[in-house]
């Protein structure tokens, strides 16, 4: 029963590096375009719900891997 927690954990540690990485990425080249425009960053409406829709179709993506 240990093993089956041992890999569940290590896929969680991933799953967050890799999360927290592109965060990270995302927040750098928003603020180098925002300090190239001289301009304070800022994220619309509707640029938050295109964000949103293509995180959705990633995690949706990473669902369907392994199904076949």
């Known amino acids: 029963m240990e093993n089956n927690n041992t890999w569940k954990t290590r896929v969680m540690?991933?799953?967050a590096a890799i999360g927290l990485l592109t965060g990270l990425g995302a927040a750098y080249?928003?603020?180098q375009r925002a300090e190239q425009q001289n301009v304070?960053?800022?994220l619309?409406?509707?640029e938050?719900?295109?964000?949103g829709l293509g995180v959705l179709g990633l995690?949706?993506?990473?669902?369907?891997?392994g199904k076949d």
């Open 13 to 15: 540690i991933i799953g």
């Open 29 to 31: 080249i928003i603020l």
């Open 40 to 42: 304070e960053p800022r």
């Open 48 to 51: 938050g719900v295109k964000v």
């Open 44 to 46: 619309s409406t509707g």
């Open 59 to 65: 995690l949706r993506m990473i669902a369907d891997i």
